[in-house]
């Protein structure tokens, strides 16, 4: 990149999964792509100071702190990169704002709806003095899935009618599998819902361009008390057992998986389904979308593959065709290997970065935005109340009552 490029001061909060994730992404975006601004890693927070200082010599930070607070206090901080449980992401997020400082924050935006709207009326404040805001949905930034998007605006599959979208790990079907902070509603807001059912949302609405408008959901919680997790567990997924004993119990707050029919405003017709519980499926992100002229399916465990049908070749010769999406002329591919070579999980977050810090440096809004956000988080309370109540329920926040 641009030698001369102006600095970006990033400080990030938090350093499990996600920040580790994150801190990828911020040091391998420079040495890529060429960005017209340089990330600098300028300070990793995380409460406990031993820990912070392991982990941000590990992942490459400059320095540390162990209050927030400071983190927007220094002048040195351009950017904060909110990477701790969802209970956390409205204070520091509203707070890094009114600082002054462009925030990115991992999904879901928040826990409720109430704190989300919070978050979107900061980021709608600040983005009028050019400091800017964006969601971590990162898997809009997976070339196969850019590419769906980009087929379907083309109007390549026609009217979309179907979108079956299914986001399937199986880390909890052990029951002796430990607590973690995603597995407490306070600090997570809800559980497969949330965690990855956000993911889906926001893919199919991305793809198709199209918003949910209304749902008819179940949520479920199989296993109810699981061991404690150990205060020193390193485990990026949030927890180890403590050693010895009868373990301590700790109570899941949350759902386990959750399943919903969803209309579009457009009329198509959602089938969606979010578990921890799918044994043997690790992180299958499977998408189909069928429309008028055509369909397309990915399965994030292929993810450098997408499936396309076209209805209007040759009968004879008709099927889904699997396009590798490893070549240049591909969303994002060109800046990486020869063709074919193929990304993994992890260019996400890069390729998340990258156009982050193109839309700062333009003075333009990043995508998805904390209103993306917002409007995905209600798409999730809807399904809660659908759940709880046994009906059809909007989206919207009123009125209340069966859309359609
Ligand atoms: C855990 O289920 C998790 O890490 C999610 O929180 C992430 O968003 C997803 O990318 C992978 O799985």
Not at 132 to 143: A, E, L, N, Q, W
Not at 264 to 274: D, K, P, Q, T
Not at 328 to 353: A, K, N
Not at 380 to 395: D, F, H, N, Y
Request: charge should be negative.
């Amino acid at each position: 990149m641009d030698p001369l490029a102006p600095d970006l001061g990033i400080g990030m909060v938090g350093y499990a999964f996600m920040g580790a994730a994150h801190s990828q992404a911020w040091r391998t975006a420079p040495h890529f792509f060429d960005l017209p601004l340089r990330p600098r890693m300028r300070a990793l927070c995380g409460r406990d100071a031993t820990r912070v200082a392991q982990a941000a010599q590990q992942l490459g930070w400059e320095s540390t702190e162990t209050d927030w607070t400071r983190l927007l206090a220094r002048a040195d901080i351009d950017l904060v990169d909110i990477c701790s449980p969802g209970n956390t992401h409205a204070e520091i997020a509203v707070a890094a704002l009114e600082a002054g400082k462009h925030v990115l924050c991992e999904k879901p935006l928040a826990n409720t709806v109430a704190e989300a709207e919070t978050m979107a009326a900061a980021a709608e404040r600040a983005a009028e003095h050019g400091v800017r805001s964006m969601v971590g949905f990162t898997y809009r930034r997976v070339p196969a899935i850019a590419l769906a998007r980009r087929l379907v605006q083309e109007g390549r599959i026609g009217q979309v009618r179907h979108v079956r979208a299914q986001y399937l790990q199986d880390w909890l079907v052990d029951p002796s599998s430990p607590m973690s902070w995603r597995l407490e509603r306070d600090k997570a807001g809800s559980g497969a819902l949330g965690d990855i059912g956000a993911h889906v949302v926001d893919l199919a609405q991305h793809i198709t361009g199209d918003q949910v408008v209304g749902v008819n959901g179940l949520l479920q919680t199989f296993v109810e008390e699981r061991p404690a997790a150990s205060p020193s567990s390193g485990a990026r997924l949030g927890g180890e057992a403590r050693d010895g004993g009868v373990p301590e119990m700790g109570r899941v707050t949350v759902d386990d998986t959750a399943a919903f029919l969803a209309r579009f405003g457009s009329g198509a017709v959602g089938v969606f389904e979010a578990t921890r519980f799918a044994t043997g499926r690790k992180n299958a992100i499977r998408l189909e979308i069928n429309g008028s002229r055509g369909s397309l399916a990915f399965d994030f465990e292929d993810m450098n593959v997408l499936q396309f049908f076209d209805a209007e070749g040759d009968g004879a010769t008709a099927g889904f065709r699997r396009i590798l999406v490893t070549e240049p002329v591909h969303p994002y591919v060109g800046s990486w290997w020869p063709p074919g070579h193929g990304l993994g999980y992890e260019h996400g977050f890069t390729h998340q970065v990258v156009d982050l810090v193109t839309a700062i440096a333009r003075d333009e809004q990043p995508l998805p935005s904390f209103a993306d956000g917002l409007q995905v988080q209600r798409v999730l309370a809807a399904v809660e109340r659908s759940a709880e109540a046994g009906t059809w329920q909007p989206t919207t926040a009123t009125p209340e009552g069966t859309p359609r």
